[in-house]
């Protein structure tokens, strides 16, 4: 099955600067790599994902790469903001049948003022 | 459109009791997920279901959980009977028609097992 590495597990910026998330991943057919935000106390949501025929994507502040080769993806979020405190998961998917995904175990990132 | 349902929100029981979980997922959606999530790490996925089928449940401990879909719509998720460790947010997910679409979580049911 799949084995999702996430790191660091912990983020400390202040605001303004700019964060980066990084993981790993074992399945080399993996095409789809979902990045999602989770307040405290609240559901995951999807803020961003890349499927393997593209190295980057970008949404306004957020951005994803992606190395097919060295199979690891990194989440980057720049002018950080107070709003983007939160743990943040990676995860990727087994590519059996199911293609069921695998999350990492999270990044706690602490943005503060 | 309405998100994805769960009750309860918060559920308080002692080990060796049982207790259901319920969700209901968006309107038209295919694929129904349920995660378990310890605190402090990630989700993990214990089934998933595509229409009223099972397509993967391997990590399901069948032993005390059970999980159904019927009519593939709502689902109930069973833990009979509940462990210490099975204190947890239970996540259910769901997605339109396949598997890599994007998931969309309901708000979790709040487990404690005293």
């Known amino acids: 099955g799949e084995n999702v590495e996430q790191h660091p597990s912990t983020l400390s910026v202040q605001e303004g600067d700019s964060a980066v998330i990084k993981c790993t991943y074992s399945d080399s057919a993996s095409n789809y790599f979902p990045w999602y935000k989770q307040e405290l106390g609240k559901r995951p949501q999807l803020i961003i994902d890349i499927r393997s025929n593209v190295g980057e994507k970008k949404d306004q502040r957020i951005a994803v790469t992606l190395n097919k080769t060295a199979k690891h993806f990194s989440l980057h979020i720049t002018e950080t903001q107070p709003e983007d405190s939160a743990v943040y998961f990676c995860a990727a998917p087994n590519t059996g049948t199911a293609s069921k995904l695998t999350f990492g175990t999270g990044t706690r990132l602490q943005v503060t003022l | 459109e309405a998100g994805v349902a769960q009750s309860p929100r918060y559920k308080i029981i002692e080990k060796r009791q049982s207790v259901a979980f319920w969700c209901n997922p968006i309107s038209g959606h295919a694929t129904l997920y349920w995660y378990q999530q310890i605190l402090g790490q990630g989700p993990k996925l214990l089934i998933q279901?595509?229409?009223?089928?099972?397509?993967?449940d391997s990590q399901l401990p069948k032993d005390r959980f059970s999980a159904e879909r019927l009519k593939g719509v709502d689902s109930t998720l069973k833990i009979q009977p509940a462990k210490l460790e099975d204190s947890a947010v239970y996540l259910c997910a769901s997605s339109p028609d396949r598997p890599q679409e994007t998931q969309y979580f309901g708000p979790g049911t709040r487990l404690l097992v005293l």
């Open positions: 279901f595509q229409n009223n089928g099972v397509v993967d």
